[in-house]
């Protein structure tokens, strides 16, 4: 259970975080989608592979994973010996809890001659159950080395592999899963910001909807976005992934405008991720002192869950964390 942050005032939670990283021999990891404040104490701040794999690398005891439950489990998959805390327990994903093991077990069951190519995006139990895992930035690359005559199932993003199957062209049967970030941009409210700022590109994730990605002049993952704002020419950016990645944006570049893309009534706050936002610094501060909520697996399970992990790094290992899906 994620432990309540009750009688912190009067702490300095930034100087008592700093003390808990040393004490406790950890590294605190922060996705770009976490509040300012928490990717401006993290050691590394990316997307979720990325920092799985930079924490593995490190000598940490433990690993204090600021994101969703999904990241925090596969960091614990790469990472067995480590302590894995994640601030608050409840922080999940409409994309995971779109795909239960048990009815996407059902699924593969019905197609017996797919194989199962599945964003990173997913409970362990759901990795377990699939072949290939992918994330936004080497999906492009695996399904490129995927012969055409084979048959895929892909979840649990429909509009990730919406979008995939636009471009390569393929007929990959989709769990109807969304995420509920992506899935609020509004495609008018879009196209009048556009209107106001014409010479603006917009770069977009492709977990949005087609109607949104139609318009970007750029897709890619988290990271593929950052790399995109940093090389291109102009000075203005519509950014059409969850707001908090423009810290990163201005920080790294602070001539430059990035705009947020808008949702329903254009004024919204429907793209922030509910669930990314229940991770705070006194949550941070609990889990480093307590070393709890932990994540923790089933050494067989994460075993199976693994060999997805592992198929992916094989197949990809030359792009995974670069980030760039390239334009649609
Ligand atoms: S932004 Fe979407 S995909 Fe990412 S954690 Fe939130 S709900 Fe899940």
């Known amino acids: 259970m994620t432990a309540q942050p009750t009688n912190l005032s009067g702490l300095d939670l930034r100087a008592e975080i700093d003390r808990l990283r040393i004490e406790r021999k950890a590294v605190i990891l922060a996705h770009y989608y976490q509040r300012p404040e928490i990717q401006d104490l993290a050691d590394f701040v990316g997307d979720s592979l990325e920092l799985s794999r930079k924490a593995a690398a490190t000598d940490a005891e433990v690993i204090a994973f600021c994101g969703v439950k999904?990241?925090?489990?596969?960091?614990?998959?790469?990472?067995?010996?480590?302590?894995?805390?994640?601030?608050?327990?409840?922080?999940?994903?409409?994309?995971?809890?779109?795909?239960?093991?048990?009815?996407?077990?059902?699924?593969?069951?019905?197609?017996?001659?797919?194989?199962?190519?599945?964003?990173?995006?997913?409970?362990?139990?759901?990795?377990?159950?699939?072949?290939?895992?992918?994330?936004?930035?080497?999906?492009?690359?695996?399904?490129?080395?995927?012969?055409?005559?084979?048959?895929?199932?892909?979840?649990?993003?429909?509009?990730?592999?919406?979008?995939?199957?636009?471009?390569?062209?393929?007929?990959?049967?989709?769990?109807?899963?969304?995420?509920?970030?992506?899935?609020a941009f509004s495609e008018t409210e879009l196209l009048k910001l556009k209107a106001q700022h014409p010479d603006a590109p917009i770069a977009a994730h492709p977990e949005c909807p087609a109607h949104i990605v139609d318009h970007?002049?750029?897709?890619?993952?988290?990271?593929?976005?950052?790399?995109?704002?940093?090389?291109?020419?102009?000075?203005?950016?519509?950014?059409?992934?969850?707001?908090?990645?423009?810290?990163?944006?201005?920080?790294?570049?602070?001539?430059?405008?990035?705009?947020?893309?808008?949702?329903?009534?254009?004024?919204?706050?429907?793209?922030?991720?509910?669930?990314?936002?229940?991770?705070?610094?006194?949550?941070?501060?609990?889990?480093?002192?307590?070393?709890?909520?932990?994540i923790e697996i089933e050494e067989g399970l994460r075993l199976e869950a693994k060999k997805s992990l592992d198929a992916m790094l094989a197949m990809a290992s030359a792009t995974v964390g670069q980030g760039d899906l390239g334009r649609p």
């Not at 950016?237 to 570049?253: C, F, G, R, S």
Request: net charge negative; proline share 7%.
């Open 70 to 183: 999904f990241m925090a489990e596969t960091a614990k998959i790469l990472s067995p010996e480590k302590i894995v805390v994640l601030p608050d327990l409840d922080a999940g994903c409409s994309l995971e809890d779109s795909c239960p093991p048990d009815k996407f077990a059902a699924f593969r069951a019905q197609h017996p001659d797919h194989i199962a190519l599945t964003y990173i995006n997913c409970s362990t139990e759901v990795k377990a159950l699939s072949d290939v895992i992918v994330t936004s930035s080497s999906a492009e690359t695996i399904l490129a080395k995927i012969p055409p005559e084979q048959k895929i199932i892909f979840g649990p993003d429909r509009h990730l592999g919406g979008y995939l199957n636009r471009k390569f062209g393929r007929d990959m049967l989709l769990w109807p899963g969304v995420c509920i970030v992506h899935e």
């Open 216 to 294: 970007a002049d750029y897709v890619g993952s988290t990271s593929g976005i950052l790399n995109y704002a940093k090389a291109m020419e102009g000075d203005t950016l519509i950014v059409a992934t969850e707001p908090h990645i423009i810290h990163q944006m201005e920080l790294a570049m602070p001539g430059k405008t990035f705009i947020g893309a808008p949702g329903a009534d254009g004024n919204c706050n429907c793209n922030i991720c509910p669930y990314m936002a229940l991770n705070t610094l006194e949550k941070l501060y609990l889990a480093l002192r307590d070393l709890s909520p932990r």
